[in-house]
């Protein structure tokens, strides 16, 4: 009962364990109530029979409905799921059209956070011209931010005509997001002989210690290569320990992803691969169409998408992922 963060991960354990009982019961309640409607269904009353018949037909879809819901419920849980999220977004080919649409996906992710009820803290912002948005980390923390968002990772393309197109010609840009899990010290373990710790003096609009004062830290993990800057606190002490939590979530992130490469390297995958650079959306937006690739889904909504209404993608590849795992622990 001292250990919050055990107490914590224990009541999110039971709340899933109920929900299984809970299923589970009203499957086993489905499969008792058919069997006994059966032997009705074989009675020498015709109404009778005629009703029995007509009630295991219904008894038979809820049957196959609740199967539905308890499927994934099977699946092993994976607690970094529970974890906060540190969604980066980063403008990519295309210039300022590619800064503009870094901006729209920033919109859609800390919309579809305020529908779902999440805290977005931001530990660093660049903007771009005309409005755009160079580069953008920021934390997302509530209930199970990094388990809805962790399929968002990849290379997110546009296919609209730029405001500073003066033809009318259709131009085709990318913005990159990644979707790591918040790290904890426990998770991963940096040695201090390991980083080169570089200190120099903030740009950009802020405070009063902006470009007055050595604030801005930069943290290279010599490993790895890894690099961390952050300028947007007020204090290098704040800055360091903005940095230290980036940095100790991408190298959980690269540690996941290693782990993920060896249990897929005998299977193919569709979705959680980890592969950064393919091509996972296209939002199209004469067609006002969002397409996802991996899964072959497409919607012809596009406003309310970029509006945070990604749910429909997000339950979709959860599904896709649920039964790729089934899959491949069926063929084990």
């Known amino acids: ?41 074989a009675s020498d009353d015709p109404e009778m029979a005629m009703m029995a018949r007509s009630e295991i037909a219904r008894l038979e879809d809820m049957i196959a409905e609740t199967e539905i ?59 771009g011209t005309l409005g755009g948005l160079k580069e953008v980390i920021m934390k997302i923390d509530g209930t199970g931010p990094y388990g809805a968002l962790r399929y968002e990772s990849g290379v997110h393309r546009v296919q609209r005509v730029p405001v500073t197109e003066a033809q009318g010609r259709i131009h085709t840009s ?80 690269a540690k996941i992803a290693e782990q993920e490469a060896e249990r897929s390297r005998m299977r193919r995958s569709q979705v959680g691969t980890g592969d950064r650079s393919a091509k996972i959306r296209t939002y199209n937006f004469p067609q006002s169409r969002v397409t996802d690739h991996r899964i072959g889904l497409t919607r012809h909504d596009l406003d309310t998408v970029i509006d945070g209404s990604i749910q429909p993608f997000i339950d979709a590849l959860a599904m896709a992922n649920m039964e790729e795992r089934l899959g491949g622990s069926d063929s084990a």
């Open 69 to 127: 819901q308890l499927k994934p419920l099977l699946v092993p849980h994976d607690p970094l799921d529970d974890r906060p999220a540190i969604v980066e977004i980063r403008a990519g080919t295309g210039g300022d059209e590619a800064a503009l649409f870094a901006a729209d996906l920033h919109r859609m992710y800390t919309r579809y956070a305020e529908r779902r009820g999440w805290k977005v803290e931001y530990l660093s912002y660049s903007d």
């Open 174 to 253: 990318a913005a990159t997001v990644a979707v790591l899990p918040e790290a904890e010290e426990i998770d991963v373990q940096i040695d201090e002989k390991d980083l080169k710790i570089d200190v120099f003096r903030s740009s950009g609009p802020g405070g009063q210690s902006v470009n007055t004062t050595d604030s801005a830290v930069r943290v290279t993990h010599l490993p790895t290569g890894i690099v961390v800057s952050q300028q947007d606190q007020k204090s290098q002490l704040q800055n360091k320990q903005k940095a230290f939590e980036v940095l100790r979530a991408r190298l959980l992130d």
């Open 1 to 41: 009962m001292r250990d919050a963060r055990a107490r914590r991960a224990l009541g999110r354990e039971n709340q899933r364990l109920t929900e299984v009982v809970e299923v589970g019961s009203r499957l086993l309640k489905f499969d008792h109530d058919l069997v006994d409607t059966r032997e009705l269904a």
